[in-house]
């Protein structure tokens, strides 16, 4: 409490007006009393002066000493905010004390930082989002002005619609997967958490992406026993949906995708592992990268999103994921999740 009154500008105002006054006391009592009655003794008019002049010499360096130490952050702050103003989001002040005027800087700081991470957000989001969206409506206009020409043969025409659905559901695909990213990375907490087992979500997850992996041959291998599990289960899906259908991707026909989870100490373990093209070592780093995609054969089949939205979702249910791959043999990813995770 003491420590508060002794950093608060107002308290600091007042002390400067009391110590004014008490030194002015003193130097009256003690200094000018006993030089005037020897000295002044015959001058009655310039006696009654005298100690207000003093008062007045030592109160103005005080207050202005004072003043100037108080009023130094706000004039920092001030300046920052035209630097800010310039669109310089990297400028701080300086934090000292622990009363109003730190408060006040401690704030200003944090909110320089979330305008400079907004800004830096907007950034990345229009340049990588207008070129990410640039390809598909590229390919959907030249195939479109193509069929507008005529000239073509049946199978012609359905294959260049086939490209235009196809470069559609990616466009859809792309918007639906932005919305989700930037909704789960402005939420600190999961909200409507339910319990249920999570080992049958992911079988429903498995059965829900059939249209994908049935036609190829692919064989599922489960061993999921019961995974009580409470968290927001519309959240969780879109993790088991993403990784199961990038196994999908990424396995050569024929192959086999295994799942497996275990729970232990509070914790559930689940691991999700393809024998496909695998991963090379140099991208391997950047898999949860938004928008990062790899080599080129991994390119023409996703948008870079997915996994982003996976380690988002994770993390924000206090779990975590990593990822092993050897090239030409696979990719495994192993998730840690709390049974509870916090509301």
Not at 125 to 133: G, P, R
Not at 199 to 224: H, K, M, N, Y
Request: with cysteine; charged share 25%.
């Amino acid at each position: 409490m003491i420590r508060r009154l002794v950093d608060s500008t107002r308290w600091r105002f007042i002390a400067c007006v009391v110590v004014s006054n008490l030194l002015s006391g003193l130097v009256s009592a003690f200094v000018w009393l006993p030089l005037a009655s020897r000295f002044l003794e015959s001058d009655k008019t310039l006696g009654p002066w005298i100690p207000m002049l003093l008062s007045i010499l030592l109160a103005i360096p005080i207050s202005s000493f004072i003043s100037r130490v108080s009023a130094k952050p706000i004039q920092n702050m001030v300046e920052a905010t035209k630097s800010i103003s310039r669109g310089d989001y990297s400028v701080r002040v300086e934090e000292t004390g622990s009363g109003d005027i730190a408060e006040l800087l401690r704030s200003f700081n944090r909110m320089t930082a979330e305008l400079g991470s907004t800004e830096m957000m907007r950034n990345d989001f229009i340049n990588i989002f207008s070129h990410e969206f640039k390809t598909p409506i590229v390919s959907i206009r030249g195939f479109a002005r193509r069929l507008r020409r005529g000239g073509l043969t049946r199978e012609q025409q359905a294959e260049y619609l086939d490209f235009i659905v196809e470069e559609s559901e990616r466009l859809s695909k792309l918007a639906s997967n932005v919305l989700l990213i930037s909704r789960y990375e402005n939420q600190k907490l999961v909200a409507e958490q339910t319990d249920y087992d999570l080992d049958e979500q992911i079988r429903t997850s498995v059965l829900r992406l059939e249209s994908q992996w049935a036609p190829r041959g692919l064989i599922f291998e489960l061993d999921l026993p019961r995974l009580p599990y409470r968290n927001n289960s519309e959240m969780m899906e879109h993790v088991w949906t993403n990784l199961i259908s990038n196994a999908v991707k990424f396995s050569r026909d024929g192959g086999a995708i295994f799942i497996s989870g275990t729970q232990e100490n509070g914790r559930i373990f689940v691991t999700i592992r393809d024998e496909g093209v695998g991963i090379r070592p140099q991208d391997l780093g950047h898999i949860f990268d938004k928008f990062y995609q790899g080599d080129s054969s991994r390119m023409a089949v996703g948008n870079g999103l997915g996994l982003a939205l996976v380690h988002r979702i994770v993390e924000l249910s206090g779990g975590s994921i990593t990822a092993e791959s050897t090239l030409g043999k696979g990719s495994t990813f192993r998730l840690e999740l709390p049974v509870h995770p916090a509301d």
